[in-house]
């Protein structure tokens, strides 16, 4: 393997290979017209956030319209090139909507590669903050990049419109500035974070058994200050609003869209349609045990340092937890994969090229009626769980500044 990906092509291939993509994404923009490209419709999901954009900007200090489905299918009739009656239903907390209402001003190609070229920074810093960590990595920050952009699940983010790059980057940010002793500003990023609160407050919870108070109380000060905002913005009745639109988005996209669900909750009700409540049981129980797990292999870390193997196992535990995970918040696994390759065990490249494949295989998903990344999610946190418990050195992290807990 070593005589294949020589340093010279680690170097040179990746860069190569991202500035094609990136000119067949510029060929794709300039031949389309409005939301039809060559391929469909541009941009996926990106409709919603367009579309919430611009029902913010058209209501600014209001809720109301961000949760009608009849005023969201209004907002996004424009943007389904074929003339169907379908809409991409928003369900994220109002301020998410907050920067698409700025992109409004551009048309809406333009607002789209607006949005690919953030995200794909994001993606950048991400990657680069988690190499930063791992000494057979660090030096092929362009090689991980351009691997990560072609794990299907952020691929599919990226050509979507999705925000998985933002997810990353915001924990891979909270995850190096504990390390290297700012808790408040890692703390502010899963305040951040929380526009996914399956994410932001399930770190929140794990750093908080880790014993990393100040982190933990500087992360719920900045949640309460974004709750407060949206109060002041939007009316004291924003969070019901919300969060009963979010749940119907949820159980009906979960009744339509099982081979998607990569969670056990999402699962279990994909594969257990007969039964549910067997299959909330099951799932419920499942997503209980894996929290308990990762819980448990934080609460060993006060006094000692997150490492790359912890990264990884909270990013594969919070998918498989959360309540509702598609295939594209498998993105999450990318942290597993790269303390897989960090941890120097002679297997890793087989299983990490084995994580890649089931994400490509995602992409004939539907006939299975199974996502093939909820093995792989499992295979990946099982992996970064194992070093843990009476081997505190498998997964041992690079040198250099790493505080441990928060307690005198």
Partial sequence: MSRILTPWRLRVYPRLLLAAMALAVAFTLATGQGARIVSGRLGGDFAEFYAAGRLLANAPRSAAGLYDPARQRAAQADLMPDGQAVFVPFAYPPQFALPYALLTVLPYPAAFAAHLAAMGGLLFLAVALACRESARTRGYVPAVFCAAVLFYPI????????????????????????????????????????????????????????????????????????????????????????????????????????????????????????????????????????????????????????????????????????????????????????????????????WVLGLWLAGLAQAVAWPLGLSPLFPAALACFWLCLVPFPGRPGRHAPVAGPAPGSDRP
């Avoid at 109380?217 to 200050?225: H, I, K, V």
């Avoid at 099951?282 to 870390?301: D, E, H, K, Q, S």
């Fill in 155 to 350: 691929f599919r983010a990226l050509l979507g419109g999705q925000n998985t790059p933002l997810t990353l980057a915001l924990a891979a940010g909270a995850w190096a500035l504990e390390r290297r002793g700012r808790p408040v500003l890692a703390g502010l990023c899963l305040a951040a974070l929380c526009y996914k609160p399956q994410f932001g407050l399930g770190l929140l919870g794990l750093y908080f058994l880790a014993g990393r108070w100040r982190m933990v109380l500087a992360g719920l000060a900045g949640a309460a200050l974004v709750f407060a905002g949206n109060t002041v913005i939007f009316g004291p009745d924003w969070a019901t609003r919300w969060f009963t639109y979010a749940h119907w988005v949820v159980s009906t996209s979960l009744a339509m869209e099982g081979e998607k669900a990569i969670s056990f909750i999402g699962v279990c009700r994909a594969l257990l349609w007969a039964s549910p409540q067997a299959a909330l049981f099951l799932g419920y129980g499942l997503a209980l045990a894996t929290a308990v797990l990762c819980g448990a292999a934080f609460w060993t870390l006060r006094g000692r340092p997150v490492g790359l193997a912890h990264l990884g196992l909270a990013g594969a535990g919070l998918v498989l937890v959360a309540p509702h995970a598609y295939y594209y918040d498998a993105g999450l696994l990318f942290f597993g994969g790269l303390a897989l390759l960090d941890s120097g065990r002679r297997q890793a490249p087989a």
